[in-house]
């Protein structure tokens, strides 16, 4: 799979995001109040890897969910456009998403899992040796090949490393060729060397014309450096967006300078976070000297207000900023003309009844390679049957019985 993609282009503009959420551990019986999640985010995705980074609630996923087309659109506002188009009602089946969690199926084989996602989601009019070819060809792009026979695994069934099971998520989505590919923090839970591994593997895939966006949390430097381009997100707001080797020149122009040996990601995760080790350490010393603890959630609570304070504060500084001035000018010059969406209607690629025979089929497999969960299913049918036959057991054949039953 080596053909490269036509360039592309996703732009955001002025979009906020809403929730409704409640306040209280009694959920029931309070009242909700509306959470801005995303505020006047600008931002545009260009052919390459762009990372979106921030701490933790600082709304990196449902700013991936929302460019994938994952959010119901309640609570959504702003405009996200695609080469200056909306997004067709297709847009889904032509862009590939790759979850925190990996869905997978552990019984399966790495390239039967590929297959399974080849036979749900390519043409049914292709034919089957085409599919293996192209499943072949996945195979050998993610470096799989040797342990395409070899079983994903469970948590009772031993497999496939913890980058192969990323890669083998990332082959399911890449076998109907996206241009665009989404990934919810693909490093989470993979120590460092797999992330490192997997970050490359999706720098190589950007470099052949693809749309990469990921979020991500921390990355070291090695990993940090691959990205073509950054968007820091805090409390909703952005900080930063651009070419990731201009990010250190901006914070160091708004008077942040970051130390010789300190790693880009760990230092701009801190300049949104604050300096609260003295927090910590009191929070730490209530413990030990039995301080009153409302005193401790007291400091969380000012912790939380100041993150969102500076947060506030260094999106105002991003604004008045030349990186700010060129996104906003190359998002206008892209969507001069906004025209309809391509695709009205949605076209599903293979019929209902194709993909039920699919689904049958894998469930075979994972009973059959599965001998304890089946015999468990049979047991537990058979001692229902059992049951419901003891409930109506001697029951007389008349007006009585018959209500009875």
Do not use: W
């Amino acid at each position: 799979m080596i053909s490269n993609f036509k360039e592309n282009v996703i732009t955001c503009s002025n979009l906020n995001y809403r929730v409704n959420v409640r306040g209280s551990c009694f959920s029931l019986f309070s009242k909700p109040y509306e959470k801005l999640v995303l505020k006047s985010v600008n931002a545009l995705f260009k052919n390459g890897t762009t990372a979106i980074m921030g701490p933790t609630g600082g709304g990196k996923s449902s700013l991936l969910d929302i460019l994938a087309d994952r959010k119901s659109t309640s609570g959504i506002e702003g405009t996200i456009l695609m080469d200056g188009k909306e997004r067709g009602l297709n847009f889904k089946s032509i862009t590939g998403y790759v979850t925190q969690e990996d869905v997978i199926m552990g019984t399966l084989t790495v390239k039967e899992n590929i297959m399974f996602s080849a036979n749900m989601r390519l043409p049914s009019k292709l034919s089957k040796e085409i599919k293996k070819f192209m499943v072949e060809e996945v195979l050998d792009e993610l470096g799989l090949t040797d342990v395409g026979d070899s079983r994903v695994g469970t948590e009772y069934l031993r497999g496939v490393s913890g980058g192969e099971r990323k890669r083998t998520c990332i082959g399911m989505e890449l076998i109907i060729r996206p241009s665009i590919l989404f990934l919810d923090e693909p490093t989470s839970g993979l120590d460092s060397s797999t992330s490192y591994s997997v970050i490359c593997l999706l720098n190589e895939l950007a470099k052949k014309g693809r749309i990469v966006v990921l979020s991500i949390h921390q990355a070291r430097y090695g990993i940090f450096k691959m990205i073509d381009n950054l968007l820091l997100l805090g409390n909703g707001s952005v900080i930063y967006h651009g070419p990731t080797e201009n990010a250190l020149p901006y914070f160091n122009s708004i008077g942040y300078q970051c130390e010789e040996f300190n790693n880009p990601a760990d230092f701009f995760l801190d300049v949104i976070n604050g300096d609260f080790d003295k927090t910590k350490s009191f929070i730490e010393s209530s413990k030990e000297h039995n301080i009153s603890i409302s005193k401790a959630f007291e400091m969380s609570d000012r912790k939380s207000r100041f993150i969102k304070q500076r947060s506030d504060k260094l999106a105002r500084l991003f604004e008045k900023s030349k990186y700010y001035a060129r996104v906003v000018e190359e998002i206008h010059q892209r969507n001069a003309s906004i025209n309809q969406p391509s695709c009205k209607k949605i076209q599903y690629i293979t019929s209902f009844t194709t993909q039920i025979l699919h689904l049958s089929h894998r469930t075979m497999i994972n009973s059959k390679r599965n001998p304890a969960s089946m015999f468990a299913q049979i047991f537990v049918m058979i001692l229902l049957s059992i049951l419901n036959g003891l409930v109506y057991y001697h029951v007389e054949n008349n007006i009585s019985g018959l209500t009875n039953r």
